[in-house]
T-cell receptor, first 115, second 112 residues
Framework: NAGVMQNPRHLVRRRGQEARLRCSPM?????VYWYRQLPEEGLKFMVY????????ESGMPKERFSAEFPKEGPSILRIQQVVRGDSAAYFC?????????????FGPGTRLLVL | GQQVMQIPQYQHVQEGEDFTTYCNSS?????IQWYKQRPGGHPVFLIQ?????EVKKQKRLTFQFGEAKKNSSLHITATQTTDVGTYFC????????????FGQGTTLQVKP
């Protein structure tokens, strides 16, 4: 009964490179959320997706960041032309349904370090 | 926009002492969720409170939801070293998208 899976767990990129973070939700879950956690801070919502649809991207930076959740395969958070300020832990969470009563289960996160 | 605030930011206690973290929202919440994150780990769901004035217990942990549904607290009785970590409260944003607004967290250190 696998939980939320994320890979890679650690990612090192140089400034200007691209970072691709993957998230496979729990079995039976079709709702995926991405959060970013800067050192010593809480989690900040980035984007909420269902299969093939972006539902809420109000927390996504306007440039360089994109997310997708294709019909087949994991959800992907893509960061183009990374800068040092992108260094953070990126967590994916999934839920069975949406709504305020639903529990979100978090993956182990991807720790991104930009040199 | 909606904000969720937590105090204190850090708390150091001697093993066996009690610990409390407080959470306040700028808006009324439909429910509040609590998570624990160990150092280097990921947030792990602890509990959800829904009703005004609700109190729930999990062994040594007691969770309360305020009458106005704008504040909450987590109290740990007789802390143990296994309680070390950061405790986050989170409320849902406006709309029904499930987006969670997290507090900054309270990091608990327990000295043996």
């Amino acid at each position: 009964n696998a939980g939320v899976m994320q890979n890679p767990r650690h990612l090192v990129r140089r400034r200007g490179q691209e970072a691709r973070l993957r998230c496979s939700p729990m079995k039976g879950h079709s709702h995926v959320y991405w959060y970013r956690q800067l050192p010593e801070e809480g989690l900040k919502f980035m984007v909420y997706l269902q299969k093939e649809n972006i539902i809420d991207e109000s927390g996504m930076p306007k440039e360089r960041f994109s997310a997708e959740f294709p019909k087949e395969g994991p959800s992907i958070l893509r960061i183009q032309q990374v800068v040092r300020g992108d260094s953070a832990a990126y967590f994916c969470a999934s839920s069975r349904r949406t709504g305020r009563q639903e529990t979100q289960y978090f993956g182990p996160g991807t720790r991104l370090l930009v040199l | 926009g909606q904000q969720v605030m937590q105090i204190p930011q850090y708390q150091h206690v001697q093993e066996g002492e009690d610990f409390t973290t407080y959470c306040n929202s700028s808006t009324t919440l439909s429910n509040i969720q609590w998570y624990k994150q160990r150092p280097g780990g990921h947030p792990v769901f602890l509990i959800q409170l829904v009703k005004s004035g609700e109190v729930k217990k999990q062994k040594r942990l007691t969770f309360q939801f305020g009458e106005a549904k704008k504040n909450s607290s987590l109290h740990i009785t007789a802390t143990q070293t296994t309680d070390v970590g950061t405790y986050f409260c989170a409320g849902h944003g406006s709309g029904n998208t499930g987006k969670l607004i997290f507090g900054q967290g309270t990091t608990l250190q327990v000295k043996p």
